[in-house]
């Protein structure tokens, strides 16, 4: 098939490779622009260019697309048989949904219709969710909502971030797009009406999402930080100042004090959460000072059992 893919991060990338190993022709990328990112604002490539410009494939980053009649025209131009959407970070305007015969295909990062939005593997990770998995699905107007094509289930493990099951996700959800493809060239897939009624939403991550509230069980608390890995992980205040905390595990042991109380015994910072249930905060960092273990920071800070942290 004569193929656009329009993609921005490395979630996309084993995507491409796969498209272009089987031997469909990728007649252009189309990625965010380069920005300028980092304490030192420097110019970052996004990944999907790198890889095309490794294939050779041609390369563009419009601006904006909905309105641009020249990217419009490029488009027009090549005629592609379908447009392979994976993490762009663009809505798809109407006039790409209508151009090519078989659609504009995307590939998802859940089982849909769980998680529709800008966030899915994360918020799966953040909800203690033990399977999750990828979903081909054409695009229509709405969010997430188009018709399904094909599913994979991908365990999620106890440990596992959400960088652990991105990097899963994206290899996963390269077979099974070069699947789709195979499917739609035989013209042996028949698409799948989502099931709103078990819908979820999974929004763009925000700063706030990563604060800590020791009134859920720690449970919940480890979850949300394995899912905001590794933005915008987890932080708390000690001291009225800023803690964030870097690692953490689950303790099988009670705790009889409120939540969020500290439980110092001898290297180890435990603290309190709702039900009784304990965390064990294993790295952390005051803001604007260096990451240390809980035994240097205990040292350092004299930290003490009663302190309080969130106030």
Partial sequence: MKVVFCGTPEFAVPTLEAVAAAGHHVALVVTQPDRAAGRGMEIQIPPVKRAALEFGIPVV?????????????????????????????????QWMLDLPPLGNINLHGSLLPKYRGAAP?????????????VTTMRIDAGLDTGDMLLARKVPVGVEETAVDV????????????????AGLAAGTLYPQKQDDTQASLAPILK???GWMDFSHTAKV???RWRGFQPWPGAHTTLRGKKLIVQRMKLVADTFQGEPGVLQVE????????????????VEV???????MGAAEFLHGYQVKSGERLGL
């Fill in 61 to 93: 980053q419009p601006e904006k697309i909905k309105n641009n009649l020249e990217f419009r025209e490029l488009l027009e131009g090549i005629k592609p048989d379908v447009i392979l959407v994976v993490a762009y970070g663009r809505i798809v305007p």
């Fill in 121 to 133: 593997i994360q918020w799966a990770v953040a909800n203690g969710e033990v399977v999750t998995g």
């Fill in 221 to 223: 608390v480890y979850d």
């Fill in 166 to 181: 991105y990097e899963g996700l994206a290899s996963v959800g390269a077979g099974l797009m070069v699947e789709t493809l």
């Fill in 207 to 209: 700063r706030e999402d």
């Fill in 266 to 281: 001898g290297d180890s910072m435990r603290v309190g959460c709702a039900e009784g249930t304990v965390l064990e905060l």
């Fill in 285 to 291: 960092q005051m803001e604007g000072k260096k990451r």
